[in-house]
C-alpha cells in the first residue's frame, strides 16, 4: 500500500509540472487534488505530521511570491501553484487526523 501512495506522490509532481509548462487542462486540478488525498492518508504516518503540515505551509504561503524572479518567475508560479493543488487535498488529511488524534488524547 506504502508503494501506491509513493507513485501517487510522483505522479503528481509529474502532473504538476507539465501542467505548469502549457500542458493546461481542466481534468488536471481533479487528478492533482485526487492523489493528493491518496498521498495524504497513504504517505504521511503520524510522526511525519508536523514536518509535512508546517512544509506545506510554507510552500503555500512562498509560491506566489516566485513571481517576482524575472524571465522564469510566470512559468513557476504555475508549476507551483499546480504543486499547491495538489499538496492542499493532503494536508487537508493530514491535518483533520492530526485534529482528530489530539483531540482524542
Not at 509532481?13 to 498521498?39: K, P, S
Amino acid at each position: 500500500m506504502r508503494h501506491i501512495g509513493k507513485w501517487a506522490f510522483i505522479l503528481g509532481l509529474v502532473i504538476a509540472v507539465l501542467g505548469g509548462i502549457g500542458l493546461d487542462q481542466t481534468w488536471f486540478t481533479w487528478t492533482l487534488a485526487v492523489l493528493g488525498l491518496v498521498v495524504g492518508f497513504l504517505n504521511v504516518t503520524s510522526g511525519e505530521t508536523q514536518g509535512f503540515l508546517l512544509a506545506a505551509i510554507a510552500l503555500m504561503l512562498s509560491a506566489n511570491a516566485v513571481q517576482e524572479i524575472p524571465y522564469v518567475g510566470d512559468r513557476v508560479t504555475v508549476i507551483l501553484g499546480n504543486v499547491v493543488a495538489f499538496m492542499a487535498a493532503a494536508v487537508v488529511v493530514v491535518a483533520l487526523r492530526a485534529f482528530f488524534d489530539t483531540a482524542k488524547d
